[in-house]
């Protein structure tokens, strides 16, 4: 009898990263807390409990202490309850779920969207309340049918079909086809998980093959019972929680050259999964012993299940570690050893930073030395693999991750993530032309995958500016949400223009006219400013849809027109300077920043056709202020309303 395992079960990408994001929650909080249990087996549940996640029913149990949103999402509302609650709280909604969410929320009040799941699922559950339009669970095309002929959805209305992302591939297929057909109002994503689909079509084909599939997960473990539906199609199937449940009895009935299948949901743990089968394994050679098989045979199939060979995938046990390799034990009579450089990727890592004495890691058979008693192994080509297969899922769900610089490389940088090399090119590093890229080297540095290919062992091309941009568009969506009239900045002289100047105030640059750069007359703006200065500005006015902002650089206290009127009133007689002259009249300044208009029918009692004959720029006059607009800041002064009074002056 042979055991063999599922190329695909146990965790997926989304639960590893949640329970991966608790882990690291609670050895930094000394506890975290998740609403409802992170992840749908039990087993799982009480080892995280024993390293500090809690789980609880209600938001407002997490007063004060840090709590994690799990994997399936939750609805709007309820995360806006825990903020309100929780210290910190720590959002591990996997990628592909919080598609959906961005599917929902994106839609208008007044459309429909159908959700092909179980309505109790927390993760349907949490798509329906995220969005402001109306939703609704259905199971299969009988229940879309019916709410169109229940009028809930008509052909008139926006309607959207998305999936649970556990929800069976082939039946999704089939329901969108049907509703496509029949009702070609309906848009439809398709958003069932790949992990999902891969768990199922690697446990089909085992199921196919064996004779006894054991499916591993928790009893409420939505993807688990779905596995097991699919295996028990084909063979004699059983649902086990833990290797404690296995029935053992059913080894006896079966055949001595049969396959014994395993496969595991996405929530199932790795030690779970090796649990079981080493309890099988048990087993079976107590069967085989039973029925007085020759021992030398069966010694020679326990070896043979332990053969070493070149590539062969083993799980390693970490021995002892020195400058050069670690030494492993792989349950074979050959001694493992794997040198550093086929540890890791990273030039700079030492052996010790990577793995330690008790570590358990994945590794290939790269050359067996019976001679010396040797089997030589490689971590990261193991790595490698499960990496671009992690990376694959990085790429599709568009998420940003965070890496290290390890190298300049011709062209670009290479940015160590999880042990593979991404190599992120010039152009998308965010430095600009000319720039050195050594100043990178040994950063951090957040970037998002743009390409991944199995073409010579793997080849993945990160871009740190497609990061950058959503980091600045994030910004720049918030800025016009919170954006008001009257707002203050603090803002740079970016570029100057004849009509005014452009003042980067963040995320976006706002226009200071000319004439809302001061209170005083200006020629040109560059009088008043260079590139580079800071200078402060507030709001005008904003326009979300042309993204323009108007600012004004004028400060309020400095408003000389509120000295004038203070100051001066109609019929007061002063002194101004003339400071233009036009076809109509002279303006002349009274204060700086307040100007009058000398009409040219107040220069003079005799008749004037050229004010440039009678009055000059920069002369200073007499003139009697007689009339102020205080509603359009206006000032009319008048020379020749002094001409007319001096006869009557000089009689008095
Ligand atoms: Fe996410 Fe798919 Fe797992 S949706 S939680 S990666 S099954």
Known sequence: MFIEVADKAGFCFGVKRAIELAESAAAKYGEVLTLGELIHNEHAVAELERKGVHAVVNASEAEGKPLIIRSHGVARKVAEEVRKHASTVIDATCPFVKKIHDIAAA????????????????????IVGSTDCTAFACRNFDEIESLFERGKIDENDEAVLVAQTTFDRSRFLEYSRKTAE??????IYDTVCDATVKRQECARELAIRAALMIVVGGSNSSNTRKLADICSEYCKTVFVTSADEIPLQIVKGLRSDSIVGITAGASTPAYTIKEV????????????????????????????????????????????????????????????YIVREELTNDPNAEVEDIVKPGDVIDAVVVKVDDSVG????????????????????????????????????????IVIYENIRVFIPASHTGVPRGGKLDDLLKKPVKFKIIEVTNERGGRVVGSIRQANKEVRDAERAKFWETIEVGQKFEGEVRSIENYGVFVDIGPVDGLVHTADLTWNRVGHPKDIVKIGDKISVVVKSYDPEKKRVSLSAKDPDDNPWTKFVAEYQKGDVIKATVVSITEFGAF???????????????????????????????????????DIDEEKNRVSLSIKALMESAPAEEEE
Not at 382 to 389: F, H, N, P, S
């Open 107 to 126: 839609l208008p009040e007044g459309a429909k969207l159908i959700v092909l799941g179980d309505r109790e699922h927390p993760e349907v559950v949490g």
């Open 277 to 336: 089968h080493e309890r099988m394994n048990e087993e079976i050679t107590k069967t085989t012993n039973e029925n007085e098989e020759d021992f030398a045979s069966l010694l020679e199939q326990d070896q043979s299940f332990n053969r070493l060979y070149t590539g062969k995938r083993v799980k390693a046990t970490v021995v002892s570690v020195s400058k050069k390799e670690a030494v492993v034990e792989v349950g074979a009579k050959q001694t493992g």
């Open 588 to 626: 002349a300044q009274i204060i700086p920043g307040v100007d009058g208009l000398i009409h040219i029918s107040q220069i003079s009692t005799e008749r004037v056709t050229s004010i440039a004959s009678v009055l000059s720029v920069g002369q200073e006059v007499d003139v009697k202020i007689i």
């Open 182 to 187: 029949k009702y070609g109002c309906v848009r």
């Open 374 to 413: 040797t089997a030589a192994l490689s971590k990261k080509r193991v790595d490698a693999q499960l990496g671009l297969e992690k990376l694959q899922i990085v790429k599709e769900s568009g998420e940003t991750i965070e890496g290290t610089v390890a190298q300049v490389v011709k062209g670009g940088v």
